[in-house]
């Protein structure tokens, strides 16, 4: 009996020891790829793919007719109902994304806060880019966010482009 706990825990420690030669990234993103959901337009053939709808950041992609493009939905708490233009997202890697003169809008959520938020349309470069680089901040109009695991927003930028 001695014997089989021994070897059940031995396993145990090595089941869950990395594999040396293992692509980090391949294991980040099939993490966070189960997360990814997919539906399919059965009138016209549309394949949307797009991460769950999280504050702050939401990744859509979008494949029609062999044609494949990438959206990102930000959103940001603000202290008034202000809206404007311009959309910045700050990267790990000091590069950034500008939108310049995009629009903002603004809605009351259920805690009764005002969430500003931005649709914009990004490149498939840009989406490389995020699948590199973890973002570390937004800013829509005049209200920052500053984003604390941007980490899983990579992973799911890798599985949006992989798939």
Same mark, same amino acid.
């Given at each position: ?10 396993f145990l420690s090595f089941s869950f020891l990395p594999v040396f030669g293992q692509n980090d ?6 993490? &966070? ?5 997919? +539906? ?14 999280? $504050? ?5 992609? +979008? ?5 494949? #493009?990438? &959206? ?7 202290s008034t109902p202000s809206i404007g233009e311009g959309v910045t997202i700050l990267l790990d ?8 003169? $995009? +629009?903002?809008? #603004? /809605? ?12 914009? /349309?990004?490149?498939?470069? $840009? ?17 920052? $966010?500053?984003?604390?695991?941007? +980490? ?9 482009? /992989?798939?």
């Open positions: 009996m001695k014997n089989s706990i021994a070897i059940f825990t031995a990234t391949v294991l980040v993103s099939a993490t &966070y790829c189960k997360d990814i959901k997919t +539906e399919k337009d059965k009138f016209n053939g549309k394949v949307s793919m797009s991460s769950p709808i999280l $504050e702050p950041i939401h990744l859509i992609k +979008e494949t029609s007719k062999g044609k494949t #493009v990438y &959206y990102l939905r930000l959103s940001v708490i603000g890697n000091g590069k950034k994304i500008v939108r310049a003169k $995009e +629009e903002t809008d #603004v /809605s009351v959520n259920s805690d009764a806060k005002f969430d500003h938020t931005a649709f914009i /349309s990004i490149t498939k470069v $840009e989406m490389q880019l995020l699948s590199k680089s973890k973002i570390t901040d937004i800013r829509l109009y005049i209200f920052d $966010e500053s984003i604390k695991d941007g +980490e899983r927003f990579k992973g799911y930028a890798n599985c949006l482009l /992989s798939n």
